[in-house]
């Protein structure tokens, strides 16, 4: 798995891609819209159940940037 991880690092670096904080934003109104949740709604759902705001955003560029590489391997 730790290899994986360090080659899709690599190709990510490679490729240029960039998963800025508007995307990150974007990407929260959707899970919550589909949950039925107003953006404040759900990260009041996170915190209350212990998920720190900013790792829960950090996690998600990390899993946004994936994303973009295996759209762009496919």
Same mark, same amino acid.
């Given at each position: 798995?730790?290899?994986?991880?360090? !080659?899709?690092?690599?190709?990510?670096?490679?490729? +240029?891609?960039?998963?800025?904080?508007?995307?990150?934003?974007?990407?929260?109104?959707?899970?919550?819209?589909?949950?039925?949740?107003?953006?404040?709604?759900?990260?009041?759902?996170?915190?209350?159940? +212990?998920?720190?705001?900013?790792?829960?955003?950090?996690? !998600?560029?990390?899993?946004?940037?994936?994303?973009?590489?295996?759209?762009?391997?496919?």
């Amino acid at each position: 798995m730790l290899i994986q991880q360090r !080659l899709e690092e690599s190709e990510i670096k490679r490729l +240029g891609i960039v998963v800025d904080d508007f995307d990150v934003k974007e990407e929260i109104k959707k899970i919550a819209s589909s949950n039925s949740l107003s953006v404040f709604d759900f990260l009041d759902m996170l915190k209350n159940k +212990g998920i720190d705001k900013d790792d829960y955003e950090k996690e !998600l560029k990390e899993k946004l940037k994936k994303q973009m590489l295996y759209r762009k391997i496919v």
